[in-house]
């Protein structure tokens, strides 16, 4: 199956705790991003990368990163979660110079 | 600036009625559109995409949208919607490096 797979579903973590979430695709897309949906469905782009460059939104705190281990990956590392970081995490992928992107079904995360 | 207004955040239709969701966008040059659906607890969908010709576009499940240069449009129609269209809709237009504005969304929520 071709898609793009977001692992966990679902993730609750205390404040100030490291999460990471990862992200595979295999559609042999060359482009990837992480989004941030808020409560009220607004869709914010934090990272877009393929291999020759990592896009940064400039809002984005600095406590989140992106890693990739090659094109087919990419993971979101959290250090020191906060209470606004509850959001839905969506990861997407498309071919570069490309708007049509296939989405995963997300990672909820929780910080209490 | 770019920008992608969707002026109803919710929309109430009744099981077997026509639909009208309505987009809006700011863009210099030829526009890419799009319309993605997330279903709940989903990731976000491709409906339908416009770059060029027809300005009526068809989608799938039903679903078309109509683009207008004239009014800056972009309004996605379903003749007769199923209780199965219960979603948030999104509208989106390529920027300039292939990645996507996106509108706050319209919730659709079908009558039974």
């Known amino acids: 199956e071709t898609a793009v797979f977001q692992t966990p579903n679902y993730h609750v973590t205390q404040v100030g705790n490291e999460v990471s979430f990862n992200c595979k695709q295999t559609l042999g897309h060359d482009t990837m991003y992480w989004y941030k949906q808020d409560s009220k469905k607004l869709l914010k782009i934090m990272f877009s990368?393929?291999?020759?460059?990592?896009?940064v939104n400039e809002t984005v705190p600095r406590r989140f990163s992106p890693q990739s281990s090659d094109k087919a990956h990419l993971n979101l590392r959290i250090k020191s979660v906060e209470p606004e970081d509850s959001a839905v995490y969506l990861c997407?992928?498309?071919?570069?110079?490309?708007?049509?992107?296939?989405f995963g079904s997300g990672t909820r995360l929780l910080v209490i | 600036a770019q920008s992608v207004t969707q002026p109803d955040a919710r929309v109430t239709v009744s099981e077997g009625a026509s639909l009208q969701l309505r987009c809006k966008y700011s863009?210099?040059?030829?526009?890419?559109l799009f319309w993605y659906v997330q279903y709940p607890r989903q990731g976000l969908q491709l409906l339908l995409k416009y770059y060029s010709g027809d300005p009526v576009v068809q989608g799938v499940n039903g679903f078309e949208a109509e683009f207008s240069k004239s009014n800056s449009s972009f309004h996605l129609r379903k003749a007769s919607v199923h209780w199965s269209d219960s979603a948030v809709y999104f509208c989106a237009v390529s920027s300039s490096n292939y990645q996507l504005i996106w509108g706050s969304g319209t919730k659709l929520i079908i009558k039974p």
């Open positions: 997407a992928s498309s071919y570069a110079g490309n708007s049509d992107y296939t």
């Open positions: 990368y393929n291999n020759k460059q990592l896009i």
């Open positions: 863009y210099s040059a030829t526009p890419y």
